[in-house]
């Protein structure tokens, strides 16, 4: 389904959830709606469900408008971290509900169930209940009776939050895997970076009830427009006197320039072996943090300016270290734009 929303606003009381919203999605897309907790992304799910009424702004469903459709006329499933399954039911009649409310003859529900059995990799378990099965195979259980009506619309919020780390990471990729085999539409709501970007076709980053940027989760890494989503998403050090490091003097032409500066675009090199140049600084290691499969060093440049580099081996490097230090790109953010700046 192809959806477009415009100038979706949201109140609850005075408060101002949704902002002048507006995206489009193409048919078959998965798209994760990625930012911090209160930023309103349950809030836009839960209009495009039908389950909350937009203060201002349109929901085209196929070029058709939804908003005064209720839920169950919207061709939506729904997977909500809280969206629990029915205890007393069967794995089988779970996947069977909406199908018998449809009035769908047994025959047909049987086949249906046996389908999304085994695309949800559920075969065997048809007759347990919920309590019989693990957190990982129940959200695989809510995923099939979602999707068992054949919906058009997919809609996920924080599906898996509730599951371990592991298991975690092994459901990204199965739901990858069935979002691309099913082709439906889907949107998927997460506050974690590496969800979003390991799932999703495109990102979404909303903060404070608007949308900061959308894009493929490559784009937004390589190039976010505002200094939130440069720091929400991948790592970066935040430099406020850029235009004191050498190879950035020329960053003082624009005024209340705020830069961020990622891990792999600095190099840094002991004094003997990499010799002061005019694009290098002098620096010292403040800090060494270890994390698991790589060493995260702070380096001190130019007083009290802290920037990260990693490395993947601690032995050569101690903090109080004397280094040289190349910064080879930076992001530049102001109040309307963003520019990315080479080390010149
Ligand atoms: P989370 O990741 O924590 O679910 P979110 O980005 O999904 O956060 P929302 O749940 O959409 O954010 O909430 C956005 C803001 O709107 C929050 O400040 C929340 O407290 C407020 N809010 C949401 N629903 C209601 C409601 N029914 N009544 C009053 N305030 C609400």
Not at 1 to 14: A, D, P, S, Y
Not at 327 to 343: C, K, Q, T
């Amino acid at each position: 389904m192809h959806i477009e929303v415009t100038g979706l606003n949201k109140h609850f009381g005075q408060f101002h959830a949704v902002k002048d919203v507006s995206f489009t999605i193409e048919k078959g897309h998965l798209i994760g709606l990625l930012g911090p907790s209160g930023g309103g992304k349950t809030s836009i799910l839960r209009m495009l469900a039908g389950l909350e009424s937009p203060d201002a702004g349109d929901i085209l469903f196929h070029g058709r408008r939804v908003n005064d459709l209720p839920p169950q006329e919207r061709g939506i499933g729904f997977v909500f971290q809280n969206y629990a399954l029915f205890k007393h039911m069967t794995v089988y009649d779970n996947i069977a509900f909406g199908l018998k409310i449809k009035k769908q003859s047994k025959e047909q529900i049987r086949n249906r169930v046996m389908e999304l059995v085994e695309l949800t990799g559920l075969k065997g378990f048809e007759q347990r209940y919920p309590h019989q099965l693990s957190g990982g195979q129940r959200q695989r259980v809510a995923f099939a009776r979602a999707l068992a009506p054949e919906p058009q619309l997919l809609l996920l919020d924080e599906p898996f939050a509730a599951i371990d780390a592991k298991i975690r990471q092994e459901l990204r990729s199965w739901l990858r895997d069935l979002i691309e085999r099913v082709g439906i539409t889907s949107i998927f709501v997460t506050h974690d970076q590496d969800e979003a970007i390991e799932v999703a076709d495109e990102i979404m980053i909303i903060s404070q009830g608007r949308v900061e940027q959308k894009g493929t989760p490559w784009d937004i890494y390589k190039q976010p427009q505002t200094p939130f989503v440069a720091s929400f998403i991948g790592e970066s050090s935040i430099v406020e006197n850029i235009h004191e490091l050498r190879g950035f003097e020329n960053a003082s032409d624009w005024l209340n320039t705020k830069a961020l500066i990622r891990p792999e675009y600095i190099e840094i090199g002991q004094l003997y072996e990499f010799p002061i140049a005019s694009a290098t600084e002098k620096g010292r290691i403040k800090h060494i943090h270890f994390r698991g499969s790589e060493w995260m060093v702070e380096v001190e440049v130019r007083g009290n300016t802290l920037i990260t580099y990693r490395s993947l081996e601690k032995e050569v490097l101690h903090p109080g270290d004397d280094i040289v230090v190349l910064v080879h790109r930076a992001y530049l953010f102001n109040d309307h734009d963003s520019w990315i700046m080479e080390n010149r």
